[in-house]
C-alpha cells in the first residue's frame, strides 16, 4: 500500500513543512459567561502549572474567537528517554514482549527506534495519566477539565509508525478481506451465469470460504501482534477516570495495589442487556416489517390514487424513525455501559461496541431477514398485513371512492432487489457521506467563517512561518475526530451480507470487490486529509469485531442452507388461493370488484408460489442442523491445518525468546566461573535490575520531575536550543516559537491576558499583534 506521504505532492502545502516540535496542541475554549470566564483563568494557571510539573514546555497563542491554543512538548530528551524505557519494561514484565529493554539507553534506541506513534502515545499517557502515578492529570472534556480538548499533531508517514497500531490493523484487516473478495466474487460471477439463484453449490463454498477467511484472521492478529510487540497489550491499559472501584487488594503476583469492582455487581447489570436486546428486536423489528408490509401493499397491490407518491412513504418513514429509535437504543446502550463500570477504556468501547452491534444488525438485515424467510416462501403469512392496510387505504378516503387492489403475487426478485441496494446504492451513498459531503461541508463552513471574521486580511497579513503553523492549527481543530471503530462496523456488516444473504444474489461479493477498492483509498484519504490524527492508541486484535465475524460466520452457513431449501424451489405464481386461506375461499377465489368482496369487505386476493417439492418444519430443522454441523467440522479442519503453518511473527517471537534464554544462561555461567562455585539466587537476581529502580538513569518518584525542577530543566533545554542558534548565527523557526514567553510565569500571564480580552471584546488581530 502506498505512503501517506504520496497523497500530498512533493512540495507540501503552505505551513505543512513542519510541525516546530509540537507534540500535541490543547484547545482550550473559553466561556462567554463572565462568571465561568473566572473559573476558565483558574483553571488555565492549573493547567500550566500540571503541565510544567510533569516536564512539559508550554506556548499559548490565540485561537479561532473564544478559544486559547496551548502548545505541548516534552523539551528534554533525558526526560523522555525515561518515558519509554519505563514503558517497554512494564511490557516486558506483564509479557508484551519476549525481552527486557537494555539500561544502556543509546544502545536500545539504536536497536528499536522510538516511532512517531510510540511518541504521541507517551505523551499522551503523561497528559492523562493521574497527578499520583506521575502524570498531569487531564480528562479532556469532562470535570475540572471540561473546556479543553485535544488536537493532535499532523503530518503522517506510515500507518503504524505514525497512527499506531489501532488504526494499522483496521488497514491490514480491509486488505485481507479485499484479497479474500477475490474467490467468492469469481464464485459469485460464475453461480450467476451457470446456476443462478439460490444454488446449493454457491451457498456451500461461500459458507467454507468464511470459515477459512475466519480462521485466518485470527492467526493474522496473533502474527500481527508479535510482529508489532503488543501482544497481551489489553493487560496494562490505563484506568478510566469514571471507574469507581469498591475496594484495593494487593496483587498476589506482583504485589502491588489494584483497583477490585465486584464482577457479581457487573453481571447484575449485564443482565439487562437481554431486556435490551429485546427492546431492539421489538421496536426495530416491528418498524422495519410495518414499513416493509406497506411498501408490498402500496407497489404491489394497491392501485388507486396518488400510487406514484405513496410509494414513496415506507421510505420516508424508514428512513426519518429509524435514526430517532437508534438514537433513543444507543443512549440506552450507553447508559447500560457506563453503569456496568468498566475498569478500561479498552473494555468499556467493547462492551458499547457489542450492544451497538445488536442496533446495527436489526436495522441492517431485518428487511431482508423478512424477504427471504417470509415473503418469498410464505407470501400468504403476510395477507392480514395487506388486508390492514386496505383498510386503513379505505378509512382514510372516508369512503368517497372504492381503492382498487391488484391480486398480490409474490415476486421472486424482491431479494434480488433488496441485495442489489444494499451492495451497489448503500455503498454509493454511503461513501458520499463518509468522503464527499464532509468535504463540501468544510469548504461552506471555511468560506462563511472567513466572511464572517474576516480572515482573509488577517492571514494575508501573516507572512512568518509561527503564523502559518498556527493558521494550520486552526484548520485542523475544526475536524472531525476519526473513530476507526465506524470503519469496522461499515465492513463487518458488508461482511454480513455477503454470508448471510449473498446465496439470493450471487454478484454480491463482485460489487463488494469494487466498493472496497475504493474504500481502502478513500479511507486513507479520509484520515490524512478530512479528519484529526487520531491517538495512536496500541492494541493486539481488532476488538469485539472479530467475535462479530464469527457469529456472523456460524449464522451465515445457517441463513444460506435455510434461504436455498425454502427458496431454490419457487417458480412463477399461480392464481389459486393458499390452502391456509380456505376460510376465505369465497372471496379469495371469486377475483374482487376493486377491492371489494362479496359482503363488501375489502379483501386482498393471494397468489401462491408453486414448490416443486413440499418443504416441511421438520425437514428445515434437519437442514439447519446438518449445515451448522457441517461448519463446525470445517472449522476444526482449518483450525489444525492454521496451527500446522508457521508465520513471520511466531518465528520472531520464538527466537527472541531463545535467545533472551540464551543471554540468561551466559551471564549464568560467567558469573558462576567468575566466582568459582555456584551462586546462590540472592546473587542471581542481585544482578537483574529491579522495577523500582529502572528507571533509565534518574531517581525520580514515576520518572518526572516536580514543578521547580521541571521548569530548571526546560530553560535549560531551551536554553542548549538558543545556544546552537546563535554559534549557527541564525535561527529557525522552532526556536523561535518556543522562546516567546521565557519562564511559566509569562506563559500563564500570556493567557490571562488573552482571556482578558476576550472578557473587553479585543479582536483576535489586535492580541496577535500585542503577542
Known amino acids: 500500500m502506498p505512503s501517506f506521504k504520496t497523497f500530498y505532492s512533493e512540495d507540501p502545502p503552505e505551513g505543512y513543512s513542519s510541525n516546530l516540535g509540537v507534540d500535541y496542541v490543547i484547545l482550550y475554549k473559553v466561556p462567554e459567561n463572565g462568571s465561568e470566564k473566572a473559573e476558565a483563568e483558574a483553571s488555565y494557571v492549573q493547567l500550566i502549572k500540571q503541565l510544567t510539573s510533569i516536564g512539559l514546555a508550554t506556548e499559548v497563542r490565540p485561537g479561532e474567537p473564544g478559544t486559547l491554543l ?188 489494584v483497583k477490585v469492582y465486584s464482577p457479581f455487581k457487573r453481571l447484575g447489570t449485564q443482565l439487562l442487556q437481554i431486556p435490551f436486546a429485546l427492546a431492539c428486536v421489538v421496536v426495530l423489528g416491528g418498524l422495519i416489517v410495518t414499513c416493509n408490509s406497506l411498501e408490498i401493499f402500496i407497489n404491489e397491490v394497491y392501485d388507486g390514487p ?89 378509512t382514510m378516503t372516508m369512503g368517497n371512492f372504492q381503492i382498487k387492489a391488484h391480486e398480490f403475487t409474490v415476486n421472486p426478485r424482491r431479494i434480488s432487489d433488496q441485495m442489489f441496494f444494499f451492495t451497489v446504492t448503500a455503498q454509493i451513498i454511503s461513501l458520499a457521506t463518509e468522503v464527499i459531503v464532509p468535504y463540501i461541508k468544510r469548504k461552506v463552513f471555511k468560506t462563511v467563517k472567513e466572511y464572517k471574521y474576516e480572515k482573509d486580511a488577517i492571514q494575508q497579513q501573516a507572512a512568518g512561518e509561527d503564523d502559518k503553523f498556527i493558521a494550520r492549527v486552526q484548520a485542523e481543530a475544526e475536524l472531525e475526530v476519526y473513530d476507526v471503530n465506524v470503519d469496522y462496523r461499515e465492513m463487518v456488516i458488508q461482511y454480513g451480507y ?104 375489502p379483501t386482498i386476493r393471494v397468489s401462491t408460489v408453486e414448490h416443486s417439492s413440499d418443504f416441511t418444519a421438520w425437514g428445515l430443522l434437519l437442514m439447519i442442523l446438518l449445515a451448522e454441523h457441517l461448519y463446525l467440522a470445517m472449522q476444526i479442519l482449518v483450525r489444525y491445518v492454521m496451527s500446522k503453518l508457521d508465520s513471520p511473527g511466531l518465528q520472531k517471537e520464538r527466537k527472541e525468546r531463545f535467545q533472551m534464554k540464551k543471554r540468561m544462561l551466559l551471564s549464568t555461567a560467567t558469573t558462576l566461573e567468575a566466582s568459582s562455585g555456584f551462586s546462590t539466587a540472592e546473587d542471581l537476581s542481585s544482578a537483574q535490575p529491579s522495577l523500582a529502580n529502572a528507571t533509565g538513569g534518574t531517581s525520580l518518584k514515576n520518572g518526572v520531575p516536580g514543578i521547580e525542577e521541571s521548569e530548571r530543566i526546560i530553560r535549560n533545554e531551551l536554553d542548549k536550543d538558543i545556544g546552537r542558534a546563535e554559534r549557527r548565527g541564525q535561527k529557525i523557526p522552532e526556536e523561535v516559537f518556543w522562546h516567546k514567553h521565557q519562564t511559566m510565569a509569562e506563559t500563564i500571564e500570556a493567557g490571562r491576558s488573552l482571556i482578558m480580552d476576550m472578557k473587553s471584546g479585543a479582536t483576535a488581530e489586535d492580541t496577535k499583534k500585542e503577542l
Open 70 to 257: 496551548i502548545f505541548v512538548k516534552v523539551a528534554s530528551g533525558q526526560l523522555f528517554s525515561d518515558q519509554v524505557y519505563r514503558a517497554r519494561l512494564a511490557d516486558w514484565l506483564h509479557g508484551v514482549r519476549a525481552t527486557a529493554p537494555s539500561q544502556e539507553l543509546s544502545e536500545a534506541f539504536r536497536q528499536e527506534r522510538v516511532t512517531p506513534a510510540e511518541r504521541l502515545r507517551l505523551v499522551h499517557r503523561m497528559l492523562v495519566k493521574p497527578r499520583n502515578e506521575g502524570g498531569a492529570g487531564i480528562t479532556p472534556g469532562t470535570g475540572t477539565w471540561r473546556t479543553i480538548y485535544l488536537l493532535e499533531a499532523a503530518d503522517l508517514d506510515e500507518i503504524r509508525d505514525e497512527l499506531g497500531e489501532g488504526v494499522a490493523y483496521y488497514f491490514e484487516f480491509i486488505q485481507t478481506y479485499f484479497v479474500f473478495l477475490i474467490f467468492p466474487a469469481a464464485l459469485g460471477l460464475g453461480a450467476w451465469l451457470l446456476l443462478g439463484q439460490f444454488s446449493w453449490i454457491y451457498a456451500a463454498a461461500c459458507s467454507v470460504w468464511s470459515v477459512v477467511f475466519f480462521e485466518y484472521w485470527k492467526q493474522k492478529e496473533v502474527d500481527l501482534a508479535v510482529r508489532w510487540g503488543t501482544r497481551g497489550v489489553s493487560k496494562i491499559q490505563l484506568d478510566r477516570s469514571q471507574f469507581i472501584f469498591d475496594r484495593e487488594d494487593v496483587d498476589p503476583v506482583t504485589g502491588e495495589p
Open 306 to 394: 396518488f400510487k406514484q407518491y405513496l410509494g414513496l412513504l415506507p421510505t420516508i418513514l424508514l428512513s426519518g424513525l429509524t435514526p430517532t429509535f437508534s438514537v433513543i437504543l444507543t443512549a440506552i446502550a450507553t447508559k447500560l455501559t457506563n453503569m456496568e463500570n468498566y475498569q478500561t477504556e479498552t473494555a468499556h468501547q467493547a462492551a458499547l461496541i457489542q450492544k451497538e452491534f445488536v442496533l446495527n444488525f436489526m436495522t441492517s438485515y431485518m428487511a431482508a431477514f423478512f424477504t427471504s424467510f417470509v415473503y418469498t416462501p410464505f407470501g400468504h403469512v403476510i395477507a392480514p398485513f395487506l388486508t390492514f392496510w386496505h383498510n386503513v387505504a379505505s
Open 498 to 601: 455477503l454470508s448471510l444473504f449473498s446465496v439470493a444474489w450471487p454478484l454480491a461479493a463482485c460489487c463488494f470487490l469494487v466498493n472496497n477498492w475504493i474504500e481502502l483509498r478513500s479511507d486513507a484519504l479520509k484520515i490524512t486529509v478530512g479528519s484529526r490524527r487520531p491517538i495512536p492508541w496500541r492494541t493486539d486484535s481488532i476488538g469485539p469485531w472479530v467475535n462479530a465475524l464469527g457469529f456472523l460466520s456460524w449464522l451465515g452457513s445457517i441463513t444460506s442452507a435455510a434461504i436455498v431449501y425454502l427458496c431454490s424451489n419457487s417458480t412463477s405464481a399461480t392464481g389459486t388461493a393458499m390452502p391456509d386461506m380456505a376460510e376465505n375461499a369465497t372471496s379469495a377465489t371469486t377475483p374482487s370488484l376493486h377491492g371489494l368482496g362479496e359482503t363488501g369487505e
